[in-house]
């Protein structure tokens, strides 16, 4: 476990959003009537006048997921959801995930069910703010770093559904930043997407949290650990649009001497890095939901001045991939999973 000594690398200063372009006018679904409005030029908006005190039935989850599909990251404000309405929600996209591995390599889970990733830094022994050196929370670090969610494991994750219980104080911090990983697929400079197609990266958990804390990690290798391989550049199955599937947890591109391939990952990140693909969703009040899908956005935490000092209570499920390149090139079936305490 993290002691008092562990250093941890700040994450860079992000450049703040700068939105080029018009934001499109927020529209109605045909069939329930529900408000889409777009948040950006190319992806992420807020839909309202969902029912949530209600099962979601077939038919409207239909709609809901239409709208997950082409936006990416979908914001939905008061949603009063309880822990059991948000799972049974979450299951309508496909298999859940758990955080059964984490608990197996030694973290204490603080919430009542194993299909709520527990995104937040409360201590689970003293329900206070978790203090700066807890492995929890030196772990939600890495997660300011623009990412995709559980793309370490055999089978990947496509979506999830982050759900607020306790919010840090106004103006203290705590947003989710977005990026749009299928419009920055298709601005890429051909060549690159030449040079990219065909190309596997190789992901692993280890690789972002030894980026942000180097000491603690410096004896492990993530090449000599379990390495999950996707394709750089792939077609979004829901959408059918070319996305580029890259994260804070790329360590390395199969066939390239180790200069190249820090390289080209270097390269790929700046460019879907950059300001005009971002946005940065604020978090209101709890029971909002943001849900996206890790197969066509990439997403980090903002972080901010809360950190040790105010609570911040956000819990996720996660959908295992549904998609046709769910276990991308680890073999069908392969179901292994990656846990760090
Ligand atoms: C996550 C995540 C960001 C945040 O839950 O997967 O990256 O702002 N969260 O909490
Ligand atoms: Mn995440």
Same mark, same amino acid.
């Given at each position: ?9 700040? %994450? ?24 889409? #409005?777009?948040?950006?030029? %190319? ?23 239409? &709208? #997950? ?9 008061? %949603? ?6 948000? &799972? ?6 496909? +298999? ?83 990026? +749009? ?39 492990? +290798? ?27 947890? #790329? ?45 066509? #956005? ?44």
């Amino acid at each position: 476990m993290p002691t008092e000594t562990i250093t941890v690398t700040p %994450t860079p200063t992000w450049v703040p959003l700068k939105i080029e372009g018009l934001v499109p006018a927020p529209y109605r679904t045909p069939k329930f009537n529900l408000r889409v #409005v777009p948040l950006h030029p %190319t992806f992420a908006c807020e839909l309202q006048g969902v029912d949530w005190s209600k099962d979601v039935s077939p038919e409207l989850y239909q709609e809901i997921r239409e &709208i #997950v599909d082409k936006y990416g990251v979908v914001v939905c404000r008061k %949603t009063g959801l309880t822990d059991e309405a948000h &799972i049974k929600f979450s299951a309508n996209f496909g +298999d859940l995930d758990d955080v059964k591995p984490y608990q197996k390599a030694g973290r204490t889970h603080r919430l009542a069910y194993p299909e709520l990733f527990d995104a937040g830094n409360i201590d689970p022994n003293t329900g206070d703010v978790a203090p700066l050196t807890a492995a929890q929370v030196i772990g939600n670090k890495a997660n300011e770093l623009f990412h995709v969610d559980s793309s370490f494991n055999g089978r990947r994750a496509g979506h999830s559904l982050l759900l607020a219980h306790v919010l840090p104080p106004p103006g203290t911090g705590g947003s989710t930043e977005y990026a +749009d990983s299928r419009t920055a697929y298709d601005e890429l400079p051909d060549a690159t997407k030449k040079q990219i197609e065909g190309l596997v990266a190789n992901h692993s958990l280890f690789h972002s949290r030894k980026t942000v804390m180097p000491e603690y990690f410096k004896d492990t +290798d993530p090449s000599k650990l379990p390495l999950s391989k996707h394709k750089l550049s792939q077609t979004h199955e829901w959408s059918g649009r070319k996305n580029l599937y890259i994260a804070s947890y #790329v360590h390395s591109i199969e066939g390239l001497d180790d200069a190249a391939s820090k390289a080209l990952i270097a390269e790929l990140l700046a460019h879907v890095q950059q300001p005009r693909y971002r946005v940065t969703i604020d978090w209101h009040q709890p029971g909002d939901m943001i849900m996206w899908d890790n197969t066509s #956005v990439m997403h980090r935490a903002t972080g901010g001045s809360y950190e040790g000092q105010h609570r911040r209570d956000m819990r996720r499920t996660t959908v295992k991939d549904m998609s046709r390149d769910k276990y991308g090139l680890n073999g069908d079936g392969a179901d292994w999973r990656v846990g760090l305490p």
